[in-house]
């Protein structure tokens, strides 16, 4: 009888000590998550189902930020109209930047500098997509926006990550053949209420503790993502493009790529032209300009700003994306490329219309 009392006695401090420490962590800024809806063939963005999303960064909340989510369900701070004939941003979560106001990411500070020409910006940042999401993503802005131009922005892994199922809800090519798949999503009814819980999210987000990977490697059904031989990195690069140009409107002409680099060498004083055999974004770059696409290359503007004051270009150690200076350094550097692209397809336009 004793010990039956002991039990409850423990059981129920467990659960007071959890509803204290969710009602404190639900008056602090945890990370929400974005919580995505359904994908599908028919549906083929992962996009928010809320209408704020609040983000911070490690254990101590840093960087805290609450960002509106518009009408198309993308993190920006004004809805989105059909047929606006925007300039579309597309990339993951270096685009979304959840960690930045809106107006310091790369897409709104674009915004801001095109305002006088009337030009919309519209961002569609999807975390952990890769290039082969990003298809998905300009798919979703032909059909619903028929954009003017389209601005892409690579990361590290973004042409040998196309080869994985790495995020469910996305295009992918399949490292047999390199055809294009999807992979749809839907949301983990058990993730679904486990997100509503601020300590749980805490816990996941912050601290990095998953309980599902945990209970996985105590059960042995771990998922296992790997490409089983080393990718052709030129015939991926030219695939993907193929691919891009099947399912969207980007072509080379109102198209640009926006290339990431290595940060790290450049603050150990060692930046590397991105020219090695074995570097996947400069094989990209080198197939996308053969076959007349623009690109930027970010190494030599982040490693001339950092020359000049020494101060870093993201968040690190604690977080690897691009703080708001880089965002302003490449904004700054594309704005009039965006002008002569929009003058370019102005011309072209009526060229067409007279004949």
Same mark, same amino acid.
């Given at each position: ?6 039990? =409850? &006695? ?8 959890? *509803?204290?420490?969710? #009602?404190?962590?639900?008056? %602090? /800024? $945890? ?67 959840? =960690? &930045? ?8 500070? *674009?915004?801001?500098? #095109?305002?006088?020409?009337? %030009? /919309? $910006? ?82 996941? #987000?912050?601290?990095?503790?998953? /309980? ?144």
């Amino acid at each position: 009888m004793k010990i039956t009392r002991l039990m =409850m &006695l423990i059981g129920l401090g467990c659960v007071s000590t959890i *509803l204290v420490l969710e #009602l404190f962590f639900r008056l %602090l /800024p $945890v990370t929400t998550g974005f919580r995505f809806q359904a994908t599908s063939q028919s549906e083929l963005v992962l996009r928010a189902t809320l209408p704020v999303v609040k983000h911070s960064l490690d254990w101590k909340f840093h960087k805290a930020q609450t960002r509106k989510v518009n009408n198309y369900g993308f993190s920006d701070d004004v809805d989105y109209a059909p047929n606006a004939h925007p300039v579309v941003a597309i990339g993951d979560s270096y685009v979304q930047s959840l =960690m &930045l106001p809106y107006c310091e990411t790369l897409p709104g500070q *674009l915004g801001t500098l #095109l305002q006088k020409k009337n %030009l /919309p $910006v519209y961002s569609l940042g999807v975390p952990g997509y890769s290039l082969a999401g990003y298809i998905g993503s300009a798919e979703f802005a032909s059909k619903n926006f028929q954009p003017q131009l389209f601005l892409f922005l690579l990361t590290k892994e973004d042409i040998t990550d196309s080869l994985l199922t790495k995020t469910a809800g996305s295009y992918f090519l399949d490292s047999q053949d390199l055809s294009l798949k999807f992979d749809p999503a839907k949301p983990n009814p058990v993730n679904q209420v486990l997100i509503k819980s601020a300590l749980m999210r805490y816990l996941n #987000l912050h601290l990095q503790f998953n /309980p599902t990977s945990l209970i996985s490697q105590f059960t042995g059904r771990q998922k296992t993502n790997t490409v089983t031989k080393s990718p052709d990195l030129t015939q991926v690069s030219n695939r993907l493009l193929d691919y891009l140009e099947q399912k969207s409107t980007a072509r080379s002409y109102n198209t640009i790529f926006i290339i990431d680099t290595d940060r790290d060498k450049i603050y150990q004083n060692q930046p590397q032209p991105q020219t090695a055999p074995d570097n996947q974004l400069s094989v990209f770059a080198q197939i996308a300009q053969s076959r007349g696409y623009r690109t930027i290359d970010t190494l030599p503007l982040f490693s001339s700003q950092y020359q000049q004051n020494r101060r870093r270009l993201d968040f690190k150690p604690i977080d690897m994306h691009w703080n708001s200076t880089a965002h302003q350094i490449v904004a700054k550097e594309i704005y009039p490329v965006i002008k002569t692209k929009l003058s370019e397809i102005a011309s072209r336009s009526s060229e067409d219309n007279i004949r």
